[in-house]
């Protein structure tokens, strides 16, 4: 691998197959396709392969209780994939054929709920990280998942690779935990609306813990939008840098690339103070 580019293929698709098995398909058609462009990680949307969809039971939000007796629910809880399923197994199967990197994601089986997870895959096929949504939309049906407790961070390559989940990026600490276990690269699966503040916020994000941050959305009205921002935001000189890489349009469905110069990013982080004299102890509440 040139470790002057790091190449991430963003997916902005949006994944309704009837099963999770024709999901699976389309989710290997787009890491083919990421392979010829000679990209070194895919990145897929949030719960690409099951679909980011609740039984209907829950859009009233009633008490848990209520609804663990409810079929519908039972069934979607169920459906949740293990570590071992045989779709991610062909993920897995395939990244170590092309020799190329994943982000794949889905709804996963948690202690008693199913978790929003995402599961970083390696270029020899081996699950390399696996992340759970830690800010789960608890305002909505997502209350009906279990949270992850833990920011963790991988080597893929050469580059420390960590992922945060749609809403965690409205909280700062989930990438500043990520930046402080030695995150370069953080790798955003996405699913919401009204982009244009979160596309700002992910500018910060990136600027303020001096990482590279790259996000895939679904395409739609307000949606799409998947994007990347580098960290530098001025040059040697102290001249103002333009941070954004890349934005999808909205509408724009496929597969689009992006270039980091990890190099130009590493000697940033280098150069620059952003986060070197933080002072930790006078943030905790007395």
């Given at each position: 691998?040139?470790?002057k580019?790091?190449?991430?293929?963003?997916?902005?698709?949006h994944?309704?197959?009837?099963s999770?098995?024709e999901?699976?398909?389309?989710a290997?058609e787009?890491i083919?396709?990421?392979?010829?462009?000679?990209?070194?990680?895919?990145?897929?949307?949030?719960?690409f392969?099951?679909?980011?969809?609740?039984?209907?039971?829950?859009?009233?939000?009633p008490?848990?209780?209520?609804?663990r007796?409810?079929?519908?629910?039972a069934?979607?809880r169920?459906?949740?994939?293990?570590d071992?399923d045989?779709?991610?197994?062909?993920?897995?199967a395939?990244?170590?054929?092309?020799q190329?990197?994943?982000?794949?994601?889905?709804?996963?089986r948690?202690?008693?709920?199913?978790?929003?997870?995402?599961?970083?895959?390696?270029?020899?096929?081996?699950?390399?990280?696996?992340y759970s949504k830690?800010?789960t939309c608890?305002f909505?049906d997502?209350?009906?998942?279990e949270?992850g407790?833990e920011?963790?961070v991988?080597?893929?390559?050469d580059?420390?690779?960590?992922v945060m989940?749609?809403?965690d990026?409205?909280?700062p600490?989930?990438a500043?935990?990520?930046?402080?276990?030695?995150?370069?690269?953080i790798l955003?699966?996405?699913?919401?609306q009204?982009?244009?503040p979160r596309?700002?916020?992910l500018?910060?994000r990136?600027?303020?813990?001096?990482v590279?941050?790259?996000?895939?959305?679904?395409?739609g009205?307000?949606?799409?939008c998947s994007?990347?921002?580098?960290?530098m935001?001025?040059?040697?000189?102290?001249?103002?840098?333009?941070n954004e890489?890349?934005?999808?349009?909205?509408?724009?469905e496929?597969?689009a690339?992006?270039?980091?110069?990890?190099?130009?990013?590493?000697?940033y982080?280098?150069?620059?103070?952003?986060?070197?004299?933080?002072?930790p102890?006078?943030y905790?509440?007395?």
């Amino acid at each position: 691998m040139n470790t002057k580019r790091f190449r991430v293929a963003l997916v902005q698709y949006h994944a309704s197959g009837q099963s999770i098995g024709e999901n699976t398909e389309k989710a290997c058609e787009f890491i083919r396709q990421a392979a010829a462009e000679q990209a070194d990680m895919v990145l897929f949307t949030e719960c690409f392969l099951t679909t980011y969809q609740f039984p209907a039971i829950c859009e009233t939000l009633p008490p848990l209780e209520e609804i663990r007796r409810d079929p519908s629910f039972a069934a979607w809880r169920d459906a949740a994939i293990t570590d071992e399923d045989p779709h991610l197994a062909k993920i897995c199967a395939l990244a170590g054929q092309l020799q190329i990197g994943v982000v794949i994601t889905a709804f996963s089986r948690g202690r008693q709920l199913p978790r929003n997870t995402a599961w970083v895959i390696g270029r020899d096929g081996s699950i390399l990280l696996k992340y759970s949504k830690v800010h789960t939309c608890d305002f909505s049906d997502e209350q009906y998942l279990e949270s992850g407790d833990e920011f963790p961070v991988c080597t893929f390559d050469d580059v420390r690779v960590g992922v945060m989940i749609c809403y965690d990026r409205e909280y700062p600490e989930s990438a500043r935990q990520l930046m402080l276990g030695g995150a370069e690269l953080i790798l955003v699966p996405n699913d919401c609306q009204t982009m244009g503040p979160r596309l700002r916020e992910l500018s910060v994000r990136a600027m303020e813990n001096m990482v590279g941050i790259a996000m895939a959305n679904p395409p739609g009205e307000q949606m799409g939008c998947s994007c990347a921002y580098d960290p530098m935001v001025w040059d040697e000189d102290g001249l103002a840098l333009e941070n954004e890489k890349f934005v999808a349009a909205p509408h724009f469905e496929g597969l689009a690339c992006v270039d980091f110069d990890m190099e130009a990013i590493r000697q940033y982080r280098q150069r620059e103070d952003l986060g070197k004299y933080r002072k930790p102890m006078a943030y905790r509440r007395k």
